[in-house]
């Protein structure tokens, strides 16, 4: 089945498909028919053409949700087509009638999957509010001239208040592709007018070398401290949670004073064998 395409503008693509003539009831009937009993293909392409001003009508409704308008109308030909599978002319009503659901439905599945990348909505009341709460809250503002409460919109809707708000916070929440194009050039993304306050990596190679450096070094200055004074050094300065100058007194036998004389001389001893650590203890902590 060879249906026109929607390339160029719409309003070219709406001189290729007016071409094709409005089908009568009858001559609508016969071409089902024998869509239905021989699965002649040409009856079905006859079928899809004369119907494909109906689906630009139909897209129309759902512009204002920020997708191209000839997307809308792609997916409505594919529920079209769809249709036209499925019609049975024997139920004695015009296919355009039965296929009005299908193109919504296709158009509508679109919107919601291109909307955001988080699922816009799952089950039939969310669906419902998706595409009706902007009518519901427009039509309320016109009778009212105020913008309507959430519990107003609700009522109107059949829906509790709650469920109202969290779908107008998802609705005004769309996704934003770092990709897409800011300038009219098209050399620019947004991605380009981040900031990042980090490090290159180049310098954050070197402060790791350097760090990795002085572990070495402060590795081997406490080796050539005594038992008593790597002890507090460890459990004092570099501990995560560091004992107490009585703790250690405690430890050791010796006066809260004393523990912090041995603490002072440990780290004068540190400063001495590393020069570059200085009044820095942080370094000890890396």
Known sequence: MEVPAVTGTLDLYMSEINRFPILTADEEFRLAVRLKKYNDMEAAEKLVVSNLRFVVKIAHEYRNYGLKLADLVQEGNIGLMHAVKKFDPYKGYRLISYAVWWIRAYIQNYIIKSW?????????????????????????????EKRPEFKEIAETLGVRPEQIEEMDLRMSSRDLSLDAQVTEDGESTHMDYLMYDGADQETTLIKKEEMALVQH??????????????????????????????????????????????????????????????????????
Do not use: C, W
Request: aromatic share 6%; net charge positive; no cysteine.
């Open 217 to 286: 070094n402060i590795a081997g200055a406490l080796a050539k401290l005594s038992e008593k004074e790597s002890f507090i050094i460890r459990n004092r300065v570099m501990a995560d949670n560091p004992l107490t100058l009585q703790e250690i007194g405690d430890r050791y036998h010796v006066t809260r004073e004393r523990a912090r004389q041995i603490e002072k001389q440990a780290l004068r001893k540190l400063a001495l064998a590393i020069p570059y650590l200085g009044k820095d203890t942080k370094l000890l902590e890396a």
């Open 116 to 144: 955001s990348l988080v699922k816009i909505g799952t089950t039939q009341t969310q669906r419902k509010l998706f595409f009706k709460l902007a009518q519901a809250r427009k039509m309320l503002q016109n009778l009212s």
